[in-house]
């Protein structure tokens, strides 16, 4: 069974392994969110890509979510004692992927071909693939203004109340080279507990159109997020944060939705939106959480 996953960071990752640990490589193809990129001390970074591919290799920081295992962070004390920015914290290890990025960039390479020779270089056999090659930038709009999404998400801490979102660019961006294709090959889509808001819907403006089965995991357990700011982002916008409004959110695209034991008391109200539904238990605190998360998935969808 050929799959695309759609993908954040932190929970979209989570799964992302799950499912390259159950599928054969050539079957999981992983489309990440480039809208959280941003550039920051000279650097091209890229949060969401590097989230999944360190996690896919073995590599991540399971505590923080974000950033290298085992870092050290010389060169960023070293910067704030310079009088430059440190809130944007970069580990020692996590500068030479930036570094390296940026200096390809500025060969001209592609976002795409840079991520391809870095999951190589890496150990990592699954295809992962920027949203895009081009620049998207997502912008929220909140009581203080318009932010630039790192400003608000890591800079402000999440504190400014949301009002809306854009993705500046997202209208010329085209989807990078692999994208269609695969998605073209797929049997069905998954949309991974990632961020309806800021980590999904940058991907499908880009995308604009899935034909093929597509299930999603609520990245809301029980009215909250493991992590982030989408329950907070829900509130802020009037909707009540639940599974129920990640599925409505996501309606019109799907066809099965997978929700928590927690949240079992809403799958008959999701099964009248026209969806089918499978409960399970969708925290991934261990390893074996996102094998069994994954398998659950896949089984799933193979009933529909
Ligand atoms: P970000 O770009 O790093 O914020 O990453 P994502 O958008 O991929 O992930 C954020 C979402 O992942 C949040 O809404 C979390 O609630 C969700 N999440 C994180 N861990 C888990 C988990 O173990 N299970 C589920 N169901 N959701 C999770």
Redesign the pocket.
């Known amino acids: 069974m050929k799959i695309v996953a759609l ?8 799964l992302a392994q799950g499912l390259a640990q159950t599928l054969p490589p050539e079957d999981l193809t992983i489309i990440v ?1 480039t809208g ?1 990129d941003f550039e920051h001390l000279g650097l091209s970074i890229s ?2 890509l590097d ?1 999944v591919c360190y996690t896919l290799a073995g590599l991540a920081n399971n505590e923080t ?2 950033g290298r295992a085992g870092e050290t962070w010389n060169t960023i004390s070293n910067i704030e004692k310079l009088g430059g920015p440190a809130w944007f914290r970069l580990g020692d290890q996590d500068f030479a992927t930036h570094l390296e990025r940026t200096r390809r960039l500025k060969e001209g390479q592609s976002l795409s071909q840079i991520t391809s020779e870095f999951c190589k270089a890496w150990g990592i056999q699954v295809t992962v693939l920027p949203m895009s090659d081009s620049p998207v930038r997502t912008m929220v709009d909140s009581d203080e203004g318009e932010l630039a999404f790192q400003e608000y998400f890591v800079h402000r801490h999440c504190e400014p109340r949301v009002k809306g979102f854009r993705f500046d660019g997202v209208e010329a961006a085209k989807p990078a080279p692999g994208v269609s294709e695969a998605l073209e090959a797929a049997d069905a889509v998954i949309f ?4 309806p808001w ?2 999904i819907d940058p991907i499908l403006g880009v995308v604009k159109e899935i034909n093929k089965p597509v299930v999603a ?5 029980g009215g909250k ?4 700011p ?1 329950a907070k982002m829900y509130s802020e916008l009037g909707i009540e944060p639940s599974a129920l409004a990640v599925a409505k959110h996501h309606r019109s695209t799907l066809k099965g939705f997978v929700l ?1 034991h927690l949240d079992a008391s809403m799958e008959e109200q999701i099964r009248q939106l026209g969806l089918a539904t499978l409960v399970t238990n ?4 261990l390893p074996t959480d996102r094998s069994r998360l994954a398998n659950d998935v896949l089984n799933f969808i193979g009933s529909l």
């Open positions: 993908a954040g960071g932190v929970g979209g990752a989570k969110n959280d949060p969401d989230t979510g974000w991974c507990p990632s961020n800021v980590s995991v609520s990245p809301i357990i997020t493991v992590k982030g989408a928590d969708t925290l991934m605190n």
